[in-house]
């Protein structure tokens, strides 16, 4: 029997008007991604790789093709069923930390637990926030903390509610190189123990490295996939590097 693909695109395209013209960002994608994968999307800027995130999300809708989250369709729906389906089963990292600014490290990790009706939310928050090295900074606010604590409140708040797919958006952007090496090795170790399939965009091949697969984009096209290392590989180098943030 196979397995359903976690996420899937089939014939997925998106054009933009330009100039009076039609701008092919995404031109006929076909991408499956198993239950529990770590995948990074990679290449220059202007590949589309922003794009296939947005798409694959349900934060954009195609020009053409379709997208499916657990074998249904997504890119159909209404903004509130899509919405819902996030809520339920999306989780995402970006690079810009996006943590409310007037709540505690403790109250950004709760806040979608409790929307998404996860139960004992506090446990939950708590036991996350301590397995980034945060147990003794949950009260703090988001400015008395540096780029890499912010983005390790990032990681807890996105895995809490225990996604189904967790979309990480150039998570060490805007990170200096040792800070982001410790932030890639509480990813994938949150990505291990967690068991969520993991999509990574990135244009660095460093960070892409060792996900399992690593899809070239190239003018809005496949250019080649490339099979790496396990997840575990990413723990590891990351963790050679010494480095905490």
Do not use: W
């Amino acid at each position: 029997m196979i397995a359903v693909p976690r996420l899937e695109c089939r014939r997925l395209a998106k054009r933009l008007p330009s100039g009076g013209q039609q701008l092919t960002v995404l031109a006929g994608i076909d991408l499956a991604i198993a239950p529990g994968e770590f995948c990074a999307i990679l290449g220059p800027s202007g590949s589309g790789k922003s794009t296939l995130l947005g798409l694959l999300a349900g934060l954009d809708r195609p020009s053409d093709g379709e997208v499916l989250l657990d074998g249904e369709r997504i890119d159909n729906k209404s903004e509130d069923q899509l919405s819902l389906l996030r809520r339920a089963k999306v989780g995402f990292v970006f690079q810009s930390f996006q943590l409310l600014g007037n709540l505690t490290a403790l109250e950004n990790v709760l806040l979608p637990l409790e929307l998404a009706g996860v139960g004992s939310p506090r446990a939950r928050a708590q036991e996350l926030l301590a397995q980034v090295g945060l147990g003794e900074r949950t009260h703090h606010y988001p400015s008395q903390l540096s780029g890499g604590e912010q983005q390790r409140v990032a990681l807890a708040r996105a895995f809490g509610p225990r996604p189904s797919v967790l979309f990480a958006d150039e998570p060490t952007g805007n990170l200096d190189a040792a800070t982001g090496a410790r932030v890639l090795e509480l990813l994938g170790e949150l990505h291990q123990r967690e068991h969520t399939t993991l999509v990574l965009v990135t244009h660095d091949p460093h960070v892409a490295r060792h996900a399992e697969r690593r899809i070239h984009l190239r003018a809005g096209a496949i250019e080649r996939i490339e099979k790496g290392a396990a997840a575990d590989g990413l723990v590891a180098s990351a963790g050679e590097q010494g480095a905490s943030a």
